[in-house]
């Protein structure tokens, strides 16, 4: 959508009123596109052209999606430019009437005054309240990449830090957990507290990895039923035989584009939520043995040392945070073994099991790799200690 975006000499972005005629053209262009790579002789033996059908639809979701995504990063952009000071015209997808809107007067993110030791203050950060759709697609950082893209970002261009993963709420939340669970227990447990601080967003990026899971099995079940239903011996499967016969390349497309772009969607939102996991799980372990180190008696900081506390505030509180994104393979790994040996028996029957021994017989020289790698990661924090210790 290049083309139907202008600036101005005002650095004023103008969304033009051609956007619908481009994208007619757009659709035009990539039909004979599509059209031109196929031969005659390809379509012989297809009813109604089912391959143009399944291309052209396919091919006109993605360019629809990633069409106005675009065109709401351009909106967002002149919407937050701080140098754009009046009004902007946006035009809908469907209309080529402009609409006028007014432009919201400019406001920093960022106060860098360095006369006092003051900390600087922030805004909101554009995830705290962008809609549902924004927060799926991440088109909430688009106007950053665009000045990322534009020139080199400057510490007063970034986003300020979501509230849920500020500091202080990290802190609020663990010191409320690690209180109950004092209250609990005589002997306290560290992991039922930090599940308990950080378990339901965890909790709600296993779903979205149990989707991508499921949803990773489509593909080749949309493949035999796209080969079922060109070849006109082979019988469809029931899930696409319901339909009428003339609807039924039209179901397996769009089936076909929305479980790519659900993928898609479903597996950044996963590793976005985990990460942020990873990173409060981390900031709260930092918290714990500061905390710690600055209470405890001279006695006992005689026995310790200080290689062992700025290790476990760095090495191993990073470990921590990085095995919050391998945690989810101990349920996921069963579900998809189970999930492939179903849909492969309903294809090739008892040689199923040829493969599934090959993976069962390679489990023990995995669990001996691991052992060892186990050994020298103890012997390097040893050796890290020891170092430390010295200098």
């Known amino acids: 959508t290049g083309g139907a975006v202008l600036m101005s000499s005002s ?4 969304i033009l009123p051609h956007l619908p005629v481009w994208w007619g053209l757009k659709l035009v262009v ?18 109604s052209g089912a391959i143009l059908l399944c291309a052209n639809v396919l091919l006109l979701s993605v360019l629809s999606f990633f069409g106005a995504l ?30 006028h809107s007014p432009m919201p007067p400019p406001q920093s993110q960022w106060n860098f005054d360095r006369s006092d030791d003051v900390p600087p203050t922030t805004s909101s950060s554009p995830a705290d309240n962008a809609p549902f759709f924004s927060r799926l697609t991440f088109s909430y950082l688009f106007p950053m990449l665009q000045k990322g893209y534009k020139g080199e970002l400057k510490q007063e261009d970034l986003n300020p830090v979501p509230t849920s993963q500020s500091t202080e709420t990290v802190a609020t939340d663990f010191e409320t957990s690690w209180e109950r669970e004092l209250r609990r227990s005589k002997k306290p447990n560290l992991a039922l507290a930090l599940i308990s601080a950080f378990g339901s967003p965890f909790l ?15 593909g080749p079940q949309v493949l035999h039923a796209c080969i079922t239903y060109l070849d006109p011996e082979l019988t469809v499967p029931g ?42 799980l981390r900031a709260a372990i930092v918290l714990v043995v500061y905390r710690k180190s600055l209470t405890i008696s001279s006695a006992t900081r005689q026995q310790s040392n200080m290689g062992t506390i700025v290790n476990l505030m760095s090495t191993d509180s990073t470990r921590l945070q990085d095995v919050t994104t391998y ?3 101990l349920w996921s790994a069963p579900l998809q073994i189970v999930l492939a040996v179903y849909f492969l028996w309903e294809q090739i029957g008892p040689s199923t099991f040829a493969g599934l021994a090959v993976m069962i017989v390679s489990i023990p020289i995995n669990g001996y790799v691991a052992r060892r790698l186990r050994v020298f990661s103890k012997a390097v924090m040893d050796i890290k200690d020891e170092r430390i210790n010295k200098t």
């Open 70 to 99: 675009d065109l709401v990063a351009w909106v967002r952009y002149s919407r937050g430019s701080p140098e754009t000071s009046t009004p902007e015209l946006e035009t809908p997808l469907l209309s080529s009437h402009p609409i």
């Open 11 to 14: 650095s004023t972005i103008r």
């Open 204 to 218: 709600l990026a296993s779903l979205f990895k149990f989707i991508y899971d499921v949803l990773q099995f489509v």
């Open 327 to 329: 945690l989810a393979v």
């Open 30 to 47: 990539a039909i004979i596109r599509v059209t031109s790579t196929i031969s005659p002789a390809q379509l012989q033996g297809l009813e």
């Open 239 to 280: 899930w696409v035989g319901w339909l009428p016969e003339d609807f039924q390349g039209y179901f397996i497309v769009c089936v076909l584009a929305t479980s790519g772009l659900t993928q898609t969607a479903v597996l950044h939102q996963y590793f976005y939520r985990v990460f942020n996991v990873g990173s409060n």
